[in-house]
């Protein structure tokens, strides 16, 4: 029995300074249920990750509508489905996804459903796929989605296409991180990079998704694999996660001579950082690709040489969410799981409650943690 209200994290403004534990840009609130409209399903929220794009909101350096329900990477089971719904049931076990992609715009026509037109409106909005947002506040005011997700909830209804149905052996504390660090630092490599057999490749910032990355590199035969943080424990843990070689950034550019010669042949800039996105071009062999993941403040800029790119055949290559095909790409990354060849339980840090969620950005910001996860009951 789906009960009539819920508790959902609230973020009502931006630039909140730390330590959050005691500024609390996140206020959990009570909030009524909705029910799904057509295209839509209720989602009975089992576990949601804490990842750097709830951060960047928080920050302000990723602009959205606020006040706004948060959260955007997270796993549960299906509670209700509303009308024309009918591939997916009550009690499913889903991967929720940031993207919803509506099948019909430029970019679904071209197989990117990671960039829908329709899905990017409509998250930018704080909408949903089919219809504005359903949240409301205490009063009775409009509550925005986060990326048609707002997993720091108990519930959250959501456009049918932003889940994936999984299988009932993968455990919520897994699947929640497929819907965002897989699907972003995994794609970012396999999908935007396509990384090649014998290849090298350096991965910099080594939080889920710079870890996701260092992982899917790893399974490529042949390949060199350098992994790069300040952090001396995440050069540890990438180590574990199958990069070959690990060091501080004060260490890539000898690192890459010791191991991959005149350059790699693709570099991962999962920082979000203009200054190292400069840095990784200059460590690109004639022809690598440079594949920005992170998500810089929008008042970056980055400075480099014009004649690198038509000159030395060097690419500089956007990747949102891995250009995944997440019905495709998930169940594709479990399947890895499954035999073995991805560890992704070394990037779950702890499960805490909810109500510690602004002890977690902390964590997360201070890189204390890897992946956080959030336990609702």
Sequence with gaps: MTPATMLTSVLRHAGSVRPYATSRPLSLERVDVPA???????????????????????????IRPLPMALGHEAAGTIAEVGSGVTDVRVGDRVVLVFVPSCGDCRACNHGRPALCHRGAIANAAGDLLHGDAVLRTGSGDRLNHHLGVSAFSEYAVVARESVVVVDDDVPFDVAAMFGCAALTGMGAVLNTARLGEGESVIVFGLGAVGL????????VPGTTVIAIDPLPEKQALALRCGAHVAG???????????????????????????RVMEACLGLLTRGGALVSVGLPHPDQTITVQALQFAGGGKRLLGSYMGDSVPARDIPFYLQM?????????????????????????????????????????
């Design 212 to 219: 996701m990355a260092v992982m899917a590199a790893a399974q």
């Design 337 to 377: 799981w499954r035999d073995g060849k991805l560890p992704v339980e070394l990037l779950h840090t702890d499960t805490r409650p909810l109500a510690d969620i602004n002890e977690g950005l902390d964590a997360l910001a201070e890189g204390r943690v890897v992946r956080r996860l959030f336990a609702m009951e």
């Design 248 to 274: 501080s950034p004060e260490q890539a550019a000898a690192l890459v001579a010791e191991h991959a010669g005149d350059g790699v042949d693709v570099a991962i800039e999962a920082v979000g950082s203009g």
């Design 36 to 62: 799904p409209r057509r295209g839509e399903v209720l989602v009975k929220i089992e576990r949601a990750s804490l990842c750097h794009s709830d951060l960047s909101v928080i920050d302000g350096s990723r």
